[in-house]
């Protein structure tokens, strides 16, 4: 036993590089620890979550208390003393002998806990992650630092900017994320009970005892965790560090993260305080801000709040821009930057092209009008900021909209259960946030757009995300803003808002909210009742009845389609042919002109019978991204032993070439994937040649695996076929409209032969207005954003091609993919699990799709009835339809630009006047603060420094677990013929 007791000891020292030595020298070294050491108010925490309204022991909890118990699985022995895990008691929280509430000597959190009435916090940035590479992790934190200089600038201090990672999920983090941490921890007593690595593990330890145990129904009963392991928990870290980058010009460039401990951490350069929260349980992203707004910001409250998703890069100066905007003007409650697909001018990055025309035009003019009106309708939660007094729950108040509507769907999941549309209007909480804001009560907030905000964010790299993405936006757009639109006036009832907001610019701004709502749900109409009406004017007999003249020599000129005469025109008689006219009809058409002819006539029916086509695929079966990694688990299951060692022998033959470790997996990967395909081909022939239930259970699992990845490989190619064939068809029909018309402007009377009918000129007069409008009001946008950003204006103009070959694929592809799937709500909120929950959604797609396809059905037929039976010819529909759409155009345009100039010649100086007596208050307290700040954190030590040491032999007892743990999700992953021997020895592991 002491032998083995001695290699759990040196298993434990090489996982986690502690030694016995590093524990000596902390002991030995702890009394010339400075008075600010930073493993004392770093020291991480489990902290339990209060929210607003829920049982807080009259008022002894605060919103965030520290979980006093030691997260440790419970055994208990029967009376023949086999040993049970004890499930953990979820209602046992609120025990006093439990639960305590934040000191101030509980490190950085205690501090700003103490001081949350003071603004210490100026801007409290949340970054939820789930399972996102550690690269974009460092890269957000690196560029978030940035921004300390300016700040600094205006006098805030680096601890008064703090980011809050919150992890949605304990174990859906990746391990490079968990190694990021490890490597803050070195050379700091680590608590082991309170340790990421550790905790995974521990987890880890209790998921596969279950599996083990055949009783994984326990992990889906309790949401995906043991319910030995408290649900309700999060594991708390706070830390000060100081990201540097080797090549400043190179995004990609390595960097390295200090802590204070480290030599090289300089505390007179930027360096950011980030709390990090792991939440024991995955209950999606609504849920990380549920203990980021009820948790974190009633805990510390901070003065304003940003919200960064982890991948999104701010420019150097965006955080500020945010902070000068709000700080300038008190009824700023909500700000949004421009989100870009581009770095930030120091550096450069190739991205879809497409995708950023799209993004660009919403800026350059969506987001500018809306904040013409003074709401938008989104604040990204990528990148924006908001006032938390506008979010907070006031003294007069027990709940406010944040409890009621924001958190209604984390709070009371049951009214998900049976109705579509409120789970899909939860897919955009930011909407139901924005209105919530204007609508707080005694105030007269207003959301506002920040043009030189900048921020990137990366983009789907594939279509299935992008199409996944786009469908949960529009969703729940649909719903959402039917909920903001029905609402809004009862809700802003107790607000303060002048009469001219009230009554003028808010019910101006829902008017063309609702005007755009109606446009997606009939764009489908709109699009078909073009394709059809493209081919209208082409569609002539080719041979027509017409007049020629004859002139004076008898020569019969060319004949003329639907000629009227004059009064001083005649036909002529039967006997005398000069100077007069004469019936005739037009000649054959060539080959040419034939086949013209008969593609005017295909096209707009196979642009038909592709909607249909696609639709009938929308609602047969889903596009869903696959993860080469599933490929590869299935690739390593087919591979034999000569493969196996094919590839480490190539593994071997990169080291020895010097590639870098990411080249390295990339051209392995490569190979098991050839050696995997190679593998199942053969496979296929037993597959085809057995039925399933004759085939051996190894490989049944396998050919399932393989049924499954191949056929939804299959489903996704066809989408791909779809969305080609909507960008052909689309970019044809704009060549045959855009022929038209050049037709009709400049040369009427040439291509009459092919038999083009042509229109009069008060028509061709209205076109060529419509146009010249319409392209005038978008080269003045252009042209003013030309003066103050003309790196967004290029941007714009390098991605047209590129999205207007797309745009189909944005617009009718999308529209229709996203009706047909309105029983898909993942993604936001929580995903229904029950057959009978799931067969309702289904119930209520039917019923929805049945009402979207009869009123676009309507739409088509109203429109082609007045286009193709007019009774005196003109064309009211089309005539209609180019006026509603340059007038949308034109306000819209003249409403954004307004905005844009008055924010870059007026609100600008307005803040800066302002902004000079808050720099100068801030300097002046900058002393004080500091010396408060840093007294703070020398009392934390000096309470703590006794108590934070531990003995080598204690490390080792209370980790006795962990060797365990490992051990058997090391035995468990390894042979699943190991069973038999947990079985024998299970009363022996929980003896340790």
């Known amino acids: 036993m002491i032998s083995e007791q001695s290699l759990n000891q040196r298993l434990i020292i090489n996982e986690n590089e502690f030694n016995a030595s590093c524990l000596d020298q902390t002991s030995n070294n702890s009394d010339s620890k400075q008075q600010t050491d930073p493993q004392m108010y770093q020291k991480p925490l489990d902290l339990f979550m209060v929210c607003t309204g829920q049982d807080d022991q009259d008022g002894k909890l605060q919103p965030l208390n520290i979980f006093t118990q030691k997260i440790q699985p419970k055994t208990e022995y029967l009376q023949e003393e086999s040993p049970y895990i004890v499930n953990f008691d979820e209602s046992s929280y609120l025990n006093p002998s439990q639960l305590r509430p934040i000191a101030e000597t509980d490190g950085l959190i205690g501090y700003y806990s103490k001081n949350k009435y003071k603004n210490v916090i100026q801007m409290l940035i949340c970054v939820t992650m789930y399972s996102e590479d550690r690269h974009f992790l460092e890269q957000t934190l690196l560029h978030i630092q940035k921004n300390l200089q300016g700040f600094s600038e205006l006098g805030v201090q680096n601890f008064q900017i703090v980011v809050a990672v919150i992890y949605d999920g304990i174990m859906k983090i990746k391990e490079e994320v968990?190694?990021?941490?490890?490597?803050?921890?070195?050379?700091?007593?680590?608590?082991?009970?309170?340790?990421?690595?550790?905790?995974?593990?521990?987890?880890?330890?209790?998921?596969?005892?279950?599996?083990?145990?055949?009783?994984?129904?326990?992990?889906?009963?309790?949401?995906g965790l043991p319910p030995s392991i408290p649900k309700n928990i999060s594991l708390f870290y706070q830390n000060k560090i100081q990201i540097k980058q080797f090549d400043k010009q190179n995004r990609n460039s390595k960097i390295k993260i200090l802590c204070p401990y480290n030599a090289e951490f300089n505390q007179n350069e930027p360096n950011l305080t980030v709390f990090s929260i792991f939440k024991h349980k995955n209950a999606k992203k609504l849920s990380s801000h549920l203990w980021f707004f009820e948790g974190l910001c009633r805990q510390v409250r901070p003065k304003y709040v940003s919200f960064v998703d982890v991948g999104t890069l701010p420019s150097e100066l965006g955080l500020v821009q945010?902070?000068?905007?709000?700080?300038?003007?008190?009824?700023?409650?909500?700000?949004?930057?421009?989100?870009?697909?581009?770095?930030?001018?120091?550096?450069?990055?190739?991205?879809?092209?497409?995708?950023?025309?799209?993004?660009?035009?919403?800026?350059?003019?969506?987001?500018?009008?809306?904040?013409?009106?003074?709401?938008?309708?989104?604040?990204?939660?990528?990148?924006?900021?908001?006032?938390?007094?506008?979010?907070?729950?006031?003294?007069?108040?027990?709940?406010?909209?944040?409890?009621?509507?924001?958190?209604?769907s984390v709070l009371n999941p049951d009214l998900l259960t049976n109705d579509i549309k409120e789970a899909n209007k939860f897919l955009a909480e930011d909407r139901i946030l924005c209105?919530?804001?204007?609508?707080?009560?005694?105030?007269?907030?207003?959301?506002?757009?920040?043009?030189?905000?900048?921020?990137?964010?990366?983009?789907?790299?594939?279509?299935?995300?992008?199409?996944?993405q786009r469908r949960r936006w529009t969703n729940s757009m649909i719903f959402a803003l039917n909920h903001v639109l029905k609402n809004y006036k009862q809700s802003i009832k107790e607000s303060i808002h002048s009469k001219?907001?009230?009554?003028?610019?808010?019910?101006?701004?829902?008017?063309?909210?609702?005007?755009?709502?109606?446009?997606?749900?009939?764009?489908?109409?709109?699009?078909?009742?073009?394709?059809?009406?493209?081919?209208?004017?082409?569609?002539?007999?080719?041979?027509?009845?017409?007049?020629?003249?004859?002139?004076?020599?008898?020569?019969?000129?060319?004949?003329i389609l639907d000629y009227d005469l004059t009064s001083s025109e005649t036909m002529c008689d039967t006997n005398i042919k000069q100077d007069c006219y004469q019936e005739c009809q037009t000649g054959e058409l060539t080959i040419y002109q034939k086949i013209f002819n008969i593609f005017m006539k295909i096209l707009p029916l196979s642009i038909v019978m592709t909607v249909l086509l696609f639709m009938i695929v929308c609602l047969t079966f889903k596009m869903k991204k696959q993860n080469f990694s599933e490929y590869l688990q299935l690739f390593n299951s087919v591979i034999n032993e000569e493969d196996k060692k094919q590839i480490e022998e190539f593994r071997q033959i990169l080291r020895a070439q010097n590639k870098s470790s990411q080249q390295i997996e990339t051209k392995v990967n490569n190979l098991i994937q050839k050696l995997g395909e190679k593998r199942l081909n053969d496979f296929k022939i037993l597959f085809e040649s057995k039925k399933s239930h004759k085939l051996p259970q190894d490989l049944r699992k396998i050919k399932s695996e393989y049924d499954r990845l191949y056929t939804q490989k299959y489903y996704n190619k066809v989408y791909k076929i779809f969305a080609s064939l909507f960008s052909i068809q689309t970019l044809l029909l704009v060549f045959v409209i855009t022929f038209s018309l050049y037709i009709n402007i400049f040369a009427p009377q040439i291509y009459k032969d092919i038999g083009f009918y042509p229109l009069p000129k008060w028509m061709r007069l209205y076109i060529i207005i419509i146009i010249i409008?319409?392209?005038?009001?978008?080269?003045?946008?252009?042209?003013?954003?030309?003066?103050?950003?003309?790196?967004?204006?290029?941007?714009?103009?390098?991605s047209y091609l590129s999205f207007t070959f797309y745009a189909p694929v944005y617009q009718i592809f999308l529209s229709i993919y996203s009706f047909c799937n309105l029983d898909d709500v993942t993604w936001g909120t929580k995903g229904l699990q029950s057959s009978t929950q799931n067969q309702i959604f289904v119930s209520d797609k039917v019923r929805y799709v049945r009402y979207w396809v009869w009123i676009n059905s309507s739409f088509i037929l109203a429109f082609l009835s007045a286009s193709l039976i007019p009774l005196d010819k003109t064309p009211y529909v089309v005539i209609g339809l180019g006026?509603?759409?340059?007038?949308?155009?034109?306000?819209?345009?003249?409403?954004?630009?307004?905005?844009?100039?008055?924010?870059?010649?007026?609100?600008?100086?307005?803040i800066k006047k302002q902004l000079n007596k808050i720099v100068t208050s801030n300097l002046q307290n900058q002393e004080e603060l500091k010396r408060d700040y840093l007294k703070s954190l020398s009392l934390t030590t000096v309470k703590q420094i006794n108590t934070q040491e531990t003995s080598q032999q204690q490390f080792f007892e209370d980790k006795e677990q962990l060797v365990f743990s490992r051990s058997i999700s090391k035995n468990y992953s390894q042979n699943n013929s190991q069973q038999e021997f947990f079985r024998t020895d299970e009363k022996e592991i929980f003896r340790y």
């Open 178 to 223: 968990v190694e990021f941490y490890c490597e803050l921890e070195k050379g700091e007593s680590i608590d082991l009970d309170r340790n990421l690595k550790t905790r995974r593990e521990l987890i880890q330890n209790q998921i596969d005892f279950l599996e083990l145990q055949k009783q994984s129904y326990l992990l889906d009963a309790n949401e």
């Open 322 to 408: 945010f902070y000068k905007v709000m700080e300038g003007n008190y009824h700023i409650g909500g700000v949004c930057g421009f989100l870009g697909l581009e770095e930030p001018p120091e550096g450069g990055q190739e991205d879809n092209t497409n995708q950023k025309k799209n993004i660009n035009q919403k800026h350059l003019n969506n987001k500018n009008f809306d904040s013409f009106l003074g709401f938008l309708h989104v604040l990204p939660g990528a990148w924006s900021a908001y006032r938390y007094d506008a979010l907070e729950v006031q003294s007069n108040q027990k709940t406010n909209f944040m409890q009621e509507n924001y958190f209604q």
């Open 435 to 468: 209105l919530g804001i204007i609508s707080a009560k005694g105030q007269n907030y207003q959301l506002k757009y920040i043009p030189d905000a900048y921020a990137v964010t990366d983009s789907p790299q594939t279509l299935e995300e992008f199409i996944q």
């Open 500 to 559: 001219w907001f009230s009554k003028v610019r808010l019910p101006l701004n829902m008017y063309f909210a609702f005007l755009g709502l109606i446009n997606y749900i009939l764009l489908p109409a709109f699009f078909l009742f073009m394709a059809v009406l493209s081919g209208y004017q082409f569609y002539i007999p080719s041979k027509q009845p017409g007049k020629s003249y004859v002139d004076s020599s008898s020569q019969q000129q060319s004949c």
């Open 773 to 798: 409008i319409n392209t005038g009001f978008f080269f003045m946008i252009m042209g003013f954003h030309l003066l103050f950003q003309p790196r967004l204006v290029w941007l714009a103009f390098k």
């Open 883 to 910: 006026i509603y759409c340059t007038l949308y155009n034109v306000l819209r345009i003249s409403g954004g630009t307004i905005n844009y100039l008055k924010y870059y010649l007026f609100d600008k100086l307005k």
